[in-house]
T-cell receptor, first 113, second 113 residues
Framework: SAVISQKPSRDICQRGTSLTIQCQVDSQVTMMFWYRQQPGQSLTLIATANQGSEATYESGFVIDKFPISRPNLTFSTLTVSNMSPEDSSIYLC??????????FGSGTRLTVV | GENVEQHPSTLSVQEGDSAVIKCTYSDSASNYFPWYKQELGKGPQLIIDIRSNVGEKKDQRIAVTLNKTAKHFSLHITETQPEDSAVYFCAASINTGGFKTIFGAGTRLFVKA
């Protein structure tokens, strides 16, 4: 299955600033997924990123807050904009695994102070 | 929409004992049920899965059972070892051409040596 490199692994950011998280996959994939995992909680899908089209956002998530880029079939970025302490979470990218399920990156642990 | 409930939220067992985690789902159209293990500081990793046309699947010390009528599925870990300590997530998916996956809230498993 695919191997995902995600960075940064962690960051501490000031409120009001933005952070861009990068995901690199070692093979070409059609869809990449971005998840948020709040402390002690489950995984919530933020958006699905297809190459060549705008990302599809889930209910409760908007492009202005979480802009996503997908410039090619192996790379995607998620930006957390105008951060507040409520944005402190683990952010994970993932791709569909073969034949089923998902492969996840190692996650970005974000703390907003 | 789909809802997945997972119990217990925390489970502590003695090394060598068995651990059982249970999940229920609401959408009878769900047809794919993966289980993920998340170790500290890492992304979730797929450990076993089951499709709706199968009632049970086993992989060494791990087994999963599915009761479609009752809409519940369970993870069984036998002969637990300290390295089994992690957070386990169940999930339910409807194969609609792209997997739409809903995750359970997670179970934190402690295996005491």
């Amino acid at each position: 299955s695919a191997v995902i490199s995600q960075k940064p692994s962690r960051d501490i950011c000031q409120r009001g600033t933005s952070l861009t998280i990068q995901c690199q996959v070692d093979s070409q994939v059609t869809m990449m997924f971005w998840y948020r995992q709040q402390p002690g909680q489950s995984l919530t899908l933020i958006a699905t990123a297809n190459q060549g089209s705008e990302a599809t956002y889930e209910s409760g998530f908007v492009i202005d807050k979480f802009p996503i880029s997908r410039p090619n079939l192996t790379f995607s970025t998620l930006t957390v904009s105008n951060m507040s302490p409520e944005d402190s979470s683990i952010y994970l990218c993932s791709v569909e695994a073969t034949p089923y399920g998902y492969t996840f990156g190692s996650g970005t642990r974000l703390t907003v102070v | 929409g789909e809802n997945v409930e997972q119990h217990p939220s925390t489970l502590s067992v003695q090394e060598g004992d068995s651990a059982v985690i249970k999940c229920t789902y609401s959408d009878s159209a769900s047809n794919y049920f993966p289980w993920y293990k998340q170790e500290l500081g890492k992304g979730p990793q797929l450990i076993i899965d089951i499709r709706s046309n199968v009632g049970e699947k086993k992989d060494q010390r791990i087994a999963v059972t599915l009761n479609k009528t009752a809409k519940h599925f369970s993870l069984h870990i036998t002969e637990t070892q300290p390295e089994d300590s992690a957070v386990y997530f169940c999930a339910a998916s409807i194969n609609t051409g792209g997997f739409k996956t809903i995750f359970g809230a997670g179970t934190r498993l402690f295996v005491k040596a």
